[in-house]
């Protein structure tokens, strides 16, 4: 039932955040990301070029986490409303914003995001970090495109997997060396979008682009040390402009678009 995977995935996301109750600064680096992007090789990056200025506009931050996004785009002046089903990660938020000195721009709340409890067309932007893969790419999709205002626009960064070859490698990494590698838990809801599901939903929006990302960065903690990552980025980026059918192999994909 899907009242018992909610609760699931609540108590997988509490866990999983708790550790991280207490940890409320943001992350200059990453903020830097969202407020000058500058290198699309980057898919933070790009993703917050497309997202452009977000200066008093009405943004949803649809399954928020700990509030890191919501707290960012606060900062650059967006109006946030940030939803997650986990109690913890809800909590944090608010204590995040209030840390941070934007509390009165983010509102947060325990919420579903398919539907959630918002009136159509109630926001200028909504803004996903790995949501989608996990509430379902055409519920989730639908519910956006009811809660964008006319000429909205909502940006989702998701993991995508189109090789069954490479999501079994993937799982086997994830069994034998996760803990080690610090790699990110994942639950059985989990679900990798796929490429040839995303462009089925080209019409319902006057605007739909995607973005593929991530090829060998897929594998960056097996292949190189952490000062060497962004050349991984760089080198992914430029291959897939050169060869777009390598999108198959694409471990990510940032979904654009407009109402």
Not at 37 to 48: G, L, S
Not at 130 to 150: C, D, F, I, N
Not at 160 to 165: F, Q, V
Request: charged letters at 30%; one cysteine or more; hydrophobic letters at 45%.
């Amino acid at each position: 039932m899907e009242s018992d995977i909610l609760a699931l995935e609540a108590s997988f996301a509490d866990a999983d955040y708790a550790p991280w109750e207490d940890r409320l600064a943001i992350n200059p680096r990453m903020f830097e990301k969202y407020a000058t992007p500058r290198h699309f090789w980057d898919w933070r990056q790009y993703a917050a070029h497309l997202l452009g200025d977000v200066h008093d506009k009405l943004l949803l931050d649809l399954g928020c986490g700990m509030g890191e996004e919501a707290v960012y785009l606060a900062k650059l002046g967006a109006r946030v409303t940030a939803i997650d089903i986990s109690e913890v990660g809800i909590r944090i938020t608010r204590k995040r914003a209030e840390f941070n000195h934007v509390a009165e721009r983010v509102m947060a709340h325990v919420m579903k995001a398919t539907p959630t409890d918002f009136a159509p067309e109630s926001f200028d932007i909504i803004h996903g970090l790995g949501v989608l893969h996990h509430v379902g790419l055409e519920a989730g999709l639908k519910e956006t495109r009811r809660l964008l205002r006319p000429g909205g626009t909502a940006l989702f960064l998701e993991p995508m997997g189109n090789s069954r070859l490479l999501e079994w490698a993937k799982g086997r990494i994830q069994r034998k060396w996760g803990k080690k590698l610090r790699l990110r838990d994942v639950n059985d809801h989990e679900e990798p979008l796929k490429y040839r599901e995303l462009v089925k939903f080209h019409s319902q929006f006057a605007y739909y682009r995607l973005y593929p990302y991530h090829l060998l960065t897929r594998a960056r903690k097996l292949l190189a040390p952490a000062r060497l990552h962004d050349s991984l980025r760089r080198i992914d980026y430029y291959v897939l402009k050169m060869a777009p059918f390598l999108r198959h192999f694409a471990g990510a994909v940032i979904i654009h678009v407009k109402k």
